[in-house]
């Protein structure tokens, strides 16, 4: 399988402002994907359009939900912005469909060869919960361009989530395409 990732904006230099949006985005999607695997037995008849409200139901409080039975989701992911919030249900539900995937495999792999009378040595997939992810910064709301060479980027920085964070746009002169931002 072959994965493409684009960048229409490249951050070129203090990336050091990332990490607490980065740790925290990380500790959110490894929460979720404990809780799709726990409450969520069949995912191949769900979609991630069917998921991520099925799990907001479960993990965010709102004036119509005020009990979710995940409630410390809203206690230790205060304020978390809901596009990253449902960026890391997205995530979560293909690395566990993922997970489960691989698992019948092994588990067909397994049966085969002990039905050919041969010796099964493979270990089976385990699910990884910790994972090294960088979430999308969604236009409008996690980024916002202020004009045609300054944006504001949200993250989470002292313990808060801000988004006065500004930086400077300028062409890739190697591509004459992309974007690069230096943040100030």
Do not use: C
Not at 45 to 61: F, G, W
Not at 88 to 107: H, L, M, T
Request: aromatic share 12%.
């Amino acid at each position: 399988m072959k994965v493409a990732k684009s960048l229409l904006h490249k951050i070129t230099n203090q990336t050091e402002i990332f990490n607490g949006t980065l740790d925290i985005y990380n500790d959110a999607l490894a929460y979720v994907i404990e809780v799709i695997d726990k409450e969520f037995d069949d995912t191949e008849r769900l979609t991630t359009k069917s998921i991520v409200p099925a799990v907001e139901k479960l993990i965010h409080a709102t004036k119509s939900n005020p009990l979710p039975k995940y409630k410390e989701f809203n206690e230790r992911f205060y304020k978390f912005p809901s596009y990253l919030r449902r960026s890391a249900i997205a995530s979560a539900f293909g690395k566990v469909k993922s997970f489960r995937s691989n698992y019948q495999n092994w588990e067909k792999e397994q049966k085969y060869a002990l039905s050919e009378g041969k010796r099964f040595k493979k270990q089976p997939p385990r699910l990884q919960v910790k994972h090294k992810e960088f979430p999308v910064f969604y236009r409008k709301n996690m980024f916002n361009r202020t004009s045609d060479t300054t944006a504001q980027i949200k993250v989470f920085h002292q313990n808060d989530w801000i988004s006065n964070l500004k930086g400077r746009t300028t062409t890739n002169a190697v591509s004459g395409n992309g974007k690069n931002i230096t943040l100030s």
